[in-house]
């Protein structure tokens, strides 16, 4: 598949090139690029921002979600790898799928610098070069303008699939009717926070299973929803009705600890539902513009609402909004929802879960609460060819533009699926530059027994 260059790519002087160039520097860039490192090929990491860890760093998305399986595989063996970093630095931790984002940016880039990865940092991908179905080289812009870079093969790990639609990709996007994204967040931390009170606080309201205060206060939790009544609902209708909250304030509200941050919790919103456009840059700078003001209203509510909060301050707010959906890139395969609820199992199956079908929204969330464990094999797979462009040879995607509908995509856009989505592309990079063949020849099965070699748990 060609495509019009807006940049004349190839008059520029290559600046940078590796055999395999990772595009986006999130836990699934990082995946893909330590796993195709460590097989022996050379990469570079492009990432936009400043440092790496995409949402899970940058956005403030914490803990990570499980994968609602009982033995809680993980399809992933440099997840292992991440996680004896993590505790070399959070010994602490109540359990492994919590983390500190600052701490778990730096283990990131660990894990490259550690490995071979190349790293470009400040970087926005702005152009692509293709050529008979094939990815030459790409164009970034940087502090010194624009720069060209070379690869054989490229793997989308951008979230938006932003180097797939810039290379000619079909893909979709939004809701099928609708196609409208899921609502978009502004996350934050607070510190100043006095845990265990604040724990006691949640203890009191006698319903655990929307607010508690973990052991002690050292595993807080808390949700407020416009779904259903809370511990915790009426506070934020006493204060809505006061004129010190709004209603969309409760619509969708969480609150987590942070392991390690002995004052310190994180808010898994704002939630925005006016804008519906999550790659429209306008509706993103509105969320930045408003969300801070939002964060600000809902400090004031807590100090005044929320016992051992009387002293908290805002510590940290996202550096990127918080994007659940928003395209997902048209592949071999396309997982459905209707392949989740069916729990369907794949012969090229690199990454298994059973977190439910997650969809936000003002009027409708729509929410997968099957039970789980209901079957004698209750989890659906992904399959390679979600992650292999479709009309390409040398292009691959990880994370939450993988191959999928609006449905699916709301479930497997979790930060373990992004582990091992990534460390596939990453081994499935390597074998097709090591075998000189297209990456459409790659076994997924081939992909699945190597990440098994190294040691990814399948159940």
Known sequence: ???????????????????VVVCGGGTAGVFAAVAAAKEGVSV??????????????????????????????????????????????????????????????????????????DILLDAVLCDVATDGGAIRDIAVMCQGGIRRISGKVFSDCTGDGILSVLAGAEYE?????????????????LGGVDKKKLGQFFDSLKDPNTAQ?????????????????????????????????VYEDMVYW??????????GVALNNPEFFEYTDACDPKQLTQIHLKGKQVILRQLNFYKKYFPGCENAYVSNISAMVGVRESRRILGE??????????????????????????????????????????????????????????????????????????????????????????????????????????????????????MQELGAAFV
């Open 1 to 19: 598949m060609d495509k019009r260059e807006i940049i004349d790519i190839k008059g520029l002087p290559v600046y940078l090139q590796a055999d």
């Open 44 to 117: 570079l990491l492009v990432e936009a921002l400043g440092g790496l860890g995409g949402s899970a760093v940058n956005g403030l998305v914490l803990p990570m979600m499980s994968v609602h399986m009982k033995e809680e595989p993980r399809c992933s063996y440099l997840h292992q790898d991440m996680m004896k970093h993590l505790e070399a630095y959070l010994p602490d931790r109540i359990n492994e799928n919590s983390f500190d984002p600052l701490i778990l940016g730096a283990v990131l880039e660990q894990m490259c610098t550690e490995n071979g990865v």
């Open 173 to 189: 996007a939004g809701a099928p009717e609708s196609k409208i994204n899921q609502p978009m967040s502004l996350r934050y931390l």
């Open 213 to 245: 205060s973990g052991k002690d206060g050292k595993n807080l939790y808390a949700d407020v929803t416009n779904k259903r009544v809370s511990g915790l609902t009426p506070f934020f209708e006493k204060a809505i009705e006061a004129g010190e909250l």
């Open 254 to 263: 969480q609150l987590f600890d942070v392991p390690g941050r002995t004052d």
């Open 333 to 450: 395969y396309e997982l459905t929802g209707e392949n989740l609820l069916e729990q369907k199992k794949f012969e090229d199956a690199i990454s298994q879960a059973n977190y439910p079908v997650d969809v936000h929204g003002m009027k409708a969330l729509y929410r997968d609460d099957r039970p789980h464990g209901d079957t004698n094999k209750p989890w659906y797979e992904i399959p390679f060819r979600c992650l292999v462009v479709k009309g390409f040879d040398n292009l691959l995607t990880a994370g939450r533009c993988i191959s999928s509908d609006f449905i699916a995509q709301s479930a497997v856009r979790i930060q373990i699926c992004c582990h091992s989505t990534g460390e596939a592309a990453g081994i499935a990079a390597a074998m097709s530059i090591q075998n000189a063949v297209s990456v459409k020849k790659i076994k997924g099965q081939e992909v699945r027994a190597r």
